[in-house]
């Protein structure tokens, strides 16, 4: 069955950075787009970036624009989001999931990423 | 970006009653919308895409509604199982935008 494991959340200074791994398995990989998502304690979904079948569309949310760089790698069936400069607001459970046509299929368990001095 | 507003923030109902969401979209988004239901300390799970199709394995008794900028969720018959936030999603355009949630608690 389709499984999606992201990991590499943790806690972070504020400035600090973070790279956040998707492990994609159970669907042919490259037949999708993938999104991180993310959700602050208590809150409400933001979907932060997304990235095309082989990395040729990438599009991010204004709020991380310029600071997070999302990532693919077909050959690892994984999903990758470097994160720099990061800031108190981007406190959040991250989740990586698969996309058809624009809808979320698919949702990792989320990583916790803590930005706290 | 396209703002989505949900309503009620709250829904308080008996097992067994009917459940009705609604969700609005500040620019029409055709029928470009999905709903996801998520459980407390759980990732969020699609229940309905493209406004009115239920995804694989969702029961019938969800079913979605609406085209343009109003849309509704409904839950013929609440089931223990189905208290939870529900969120709808539009991806009409980037930024895709959800809206603030629905929580369906016991009443």
């Known amino acids: 069955q389709v499984q999606l494991v992201e990991s590499g959340g943790g806690l972070v200074k504020p400035g600090g950075s973070l790279r956040l791994s998707c492990e994609a398995s159970?669907?042919?990989?490259?037949?999708?787009?993938m999104s991180w998502i993310r959700q602050a304690p208590g809150k409400g979904l933001e979907w932060v970036a997304y990235?095309?079948?082989?990395?040729?569309?990438?599009d991010y949310a204004g709020s991380v624009m310029g600071r997070f760089t999302i990532s693919r790698d077909n050959a690892k069936n994984s999903l990758y989001l470097q994160m720099n400069s990061l800031r108190a607001e981007d406190t959040a459970v991250y989740y990586c999931?698969?996309?058809?046509?624009?809808?979320?299929?698919?949702w990792g368990q989320g990583t916790l990423v803590t930005v706290s001095s | 970006e396209i703002v989505m507003t949900q309503s009620p923030a709250t829904l308080s109902v008996s097992p067994g009653e009917r459940a009705t969401l609604s969700c609005r979209a500040s620019?029409?988004?055709?029928?470009?919308l999905a709903w996801y239901q998520q459980k407390p300390g759980q990732a969020p799970r699609r229940l309905i895409y493209?406004?009115?199709t239920r995804a694989t394995g969702i029961p019938a008794r969800f079913s979605g509604s609406g085209s343009g900028t109003e849309f509704s969720l409904t839950i013929s018959s609440l089931q223990s199982e189905d208290f939870a936030v529900y969120y709808c999603?539009?991806?009409?355009?980037?930024?895709?935008?959800f809206g603030q949630g629905t929580k369906v608690e016991i009443k």
């Open positions: 620019q029409s988004v055709i029928s470009n």
């Open positions: 999931a698969n996309e058809r046509g624009g809808w979320l299929d698919s």
């Open positions: 493209g406004a009115s």
């Open positions: 159970g669907f042919t990989f490259n037949d999708f787009y």
């Open positions: 990235i095309s079948f082989y990395g040729t569309t990438i």
């Open positions: 999603q539009q991806y009409n355009k980037w930024p895709r935008t």
